[in-house]
């Protein structure tokens, strides 16, 4: 849950804990309206829905409700998907010993799964 509130969070970012940001102005009431609530609806979907799956011996979901819940999770997905990931300038990384000092976002380039090629898609 930590992660989600850090990811999210309307701070500015700081050594090896980047963040998650929206596009647009984020002076707007309605930008900080969705970027704390996406840290919140993360931060919520861990706790009750991620930690009850995984913590539980059996859960009791129903059809539907297992539905809902990955809907949830699919929401919560695009979300992530839309973001553009904000490291903190190399300098404030001096002080982190054995820490790689690459930027968050040069560790991400070329991993996206949703990458499709020609080669993918029917003739």
Same mark, same amino acid.
């Given at each position: 849950?930590?992660?989600?509130?850090?990811?999210?969070?309307?701070?500015?970012?700081?050594?090896?804990?980047?963040?998650?940001?929206?596009?647009?102005?984020?002076?707007?009431?309605?930008?900080?309206?969705?970027?704390?609530?996406?840290?919140?609806?993360?931060?919520?979907?861990? %706790? *009750?829905?991620?930690? +009850?799956? @995984?913590?539980?011996? =059996?859960?009791?979901?129903?059809?539907?409700?297992? $539905? &809902?819940? %990955? *809907?949830?999770?699919? +929401?919560? @997905?695009?979300?992530? =998907?839309?973001?553009?990931?904000?490291?903190?300038? $190399? &300098?404030?990384?001096?002080?982190?010993?054995?820490?790689?000092?690459?930027?968050?976002?040069?560790?991400?380039?070329?991993?996206?799964?949703?990458?499709?090629?020609?080669?993918?898609?029917?003739?």
């Amino acid at each position: 849950m930590d992660l989600c509130m850090q990811a999210f969070d309307m701070k500015d970012p700081v050594a090896a804990k980047p963040r998650l940001r929206f596009d647009g102005d984020r002076n707007t009431p309605s930008w900080r309206a969705r970027q704390e609530g996406a840290k919140y609806l993360a931060a919520g979907a861990f %706790l *009750a829905l991620r930690n +009850v799956a @995984a913590h539980e011996d =059996e859960v009791t979901w129903t059809e539907q409700e297992a $539905l &809902e819940h %990955l *809907a949830t999770l699919s +929401v919560l @997905a695009r979300w992530i =998907e839309q973001c553009t990931p904000r490291s903190a300038p $190399l &300098e404030s990384w001096s002080g982190s010993a054995g820490m790689d000092r690459k930027p968050y976002t040069e560790h991400c380039r070329g991993t996206s799964s949703t990458t499709v090629n020609s080669s993918m898609l029917p003739s």
